[in-house]
């Protein structure tokens, strides 16, 4: 994360220095960050990437000798609070550019608002409407939920694992991923013979993991951010369930083992 920052920093600030679309010194960046939420273990750490990765600019001697200040709000995962945020920091902060959010669902918000305006955004989250198609002032740093999907299948089609069950919360970031799981499934010889969702703040995912139980499913696909793919493998592991467990890039993190605790243990994900 801190040399992708990095390099989409540099661009953004280089792109803006050929359309003098700032002011003079300090060269300002803006941040859209969960830092609070249940998004918040994405979102703190990325804040403080951004913030480390500014002062080591500036103690270099900042971009073309001018220093750069961040800007940085706190989403709290919330799609409603980005967009005013997003606008703040564009119509107050007058920002060269916008680094975030941090979710797939405050980014697809937050895109209408920074096209209009034309101001680049650099978006820290995966789901592949959020770059496809192709948009003039939208970019993003983490792979593409269509990368992680091929990851997965191509697995299970090398272990023969053609049944597969799959679990998207219903947001942003599980949409896209569900709709990535449906669309290239045929591809890999996959059937998905159970679809279900939870939602981001559901605690308890065992009826749902009761009918998969329920099914010939040869691996579980759950497609979501913490704290919900933990609570997954927790019930998967209390409803004595044995079946392979696979996650999204969406729990990459720490986070998920200490959320997990024993029940991470064996899960497999793409990072």
């Known amino acids: ?14 792109m803006l220095l050929s359309t003098n679309a700032f002011a003079a010194a300090p060269i300002k960046i803006g941040a859209l960050f969960a830092v609070t939420g249940p998004a918040a273990f994405l979102g703190e750490p990325e804040r403080n990437t951004a913030k480390m990765i500014v002062d080591e600019i500036n103690k270099a001697g900042g971009v073309k ?12 995962g919330d799609a409603t609070k980005a967009v005013q945020l997003a606008t703040k920091l564009i119509k107050d902060d007058k920002v060269v550019a ?13 895109i209408p608002v920074v096209e209009k305006e034309q101001v680049p955004l650099i978006s ?3 789901g592949s409407k959020i770059t496809d198609p192709v948009k ?5 740093t ?10 997965i299948f191509d697995y299970l089609q090398k272990h023969k694992q053609t049944n597969v069950a799959i679990l998207t ?9 569900r709709e990535q799981l449906k669309a290239q499934a045929s591809k890999y010889g996959i059937k998905i013979v159970s679809d279900d969702t939870y939602g981001p703040k559901d605690t308890d995912m065992t ?13 579980i696909i759950c497609w979501g951010t913490n704290p919900g793919p933990a609570v997954v493998a927790k019930n998967a592991r209390q409803l004595g369930i044995k079946t392979p467990l696979f996650m999204s890039h969406g729990v990459s993190s720490k986070k998920f083992i200490e959320l997990g605790g024993d029940a991470a243990e064996g899960v497999k994900l793409p990072s």
Not at 169 to 177: K, N, Q
């Open 1 to 14: 994360m801190n040399f992708r920052l990095l390099s989409f920093l540099f661009a953004a600030v280089t």
């Open 65 to 76: 000798g001018r220093k750069l200040e961040l800007v940085s709000y706190d989403t709290a």
């Open 98 to 110: 916008i680094i975030g959010p941090s979710t797939t669902g405050e980014t697809m918000a937050v």
């Open 124 to 126: 820290c989250s995966a």
């Open 136 to 140: 003039k002032w939208v970019f993003k």
């Open 142 to 151: 983490a792979q593409n939920d269509a990368l992680a999907v091929g990851r």
């Open 169 to 177: 919360v219903s947001d942003g970031f599980g949409a896209s991923g």
């Open 207 to 219: 009826a749902q993991l009761t009918k998969i139980r329920g099914s010939n499913a040869q691996a």
